[in-house]
Nanobody, 125 residues
Framework: QLVESGGGLVQAGGSLRLSCAASGRTFSTSAMGWFRQAPGKEREFVAGISRSGGSTYYADSGKGRFTISRDNAKNSVSLQMNTLKPEDTAVYYC????????????????????WGPGTLVPVSS
């Protein structure tokens, strides 16, 4: 089970930190990712991190602005979002893979087996 927190209304140019707490099983052997879904659009990859935290990967939309991190001791993953833009408005989802993926970072929705309910991030202009 994954539960996101930290969403909320923010002005363009502002920052927000999303957190995802896992329970019920350890996700230290899973790759973790953040996805988002804007109204009327498909769910898209935002950022991902390998099981050890040694590898990260970002969608072009978040490069230089977003930072993903994880704390395996706390079974959690976070997404720091800076310089937010109105086009970042979406429901943000935390996800964990079933497979370990080693040092790789999966980027497709179907590569993740566990999902949180999502947290809404509206960015006002």
């Amino acid at each position: 089970q994954l539960v996101e927190s930290g969403g909320g209304l923010v002005q363009a140019g502002g920052s927000l930190r999303l957190s995802c707490a896992a329970s019920g099983r350890t996700f230290s052997t899973s790759a973790m990712g953040w996805f988002r879904q804007a109204p009327g659009k498909e769910r898209e990859f935002v950022a991902g991190i390998s099981r050890s935290g040694g590898s990260t990967y970002y969608a072009d939309s978040g490069k230089g602005r977003f930072t993903i991190s994880r704390d395996n001791a706390k079974n959690s993953v976070s997404l720091q979002m800076n310089t937010l833009k109105p086009e970042d408005t979406a429901v943000y989802y935390c996800a964990a893979s079933q497979a370990s993926w080693g040092a790789l970072v999966p980027v497709a929705v179907f590569q993740y087996a566990y999902w949180g309910p999502g947290t809404l991030v509206p960015v006002s202009s």
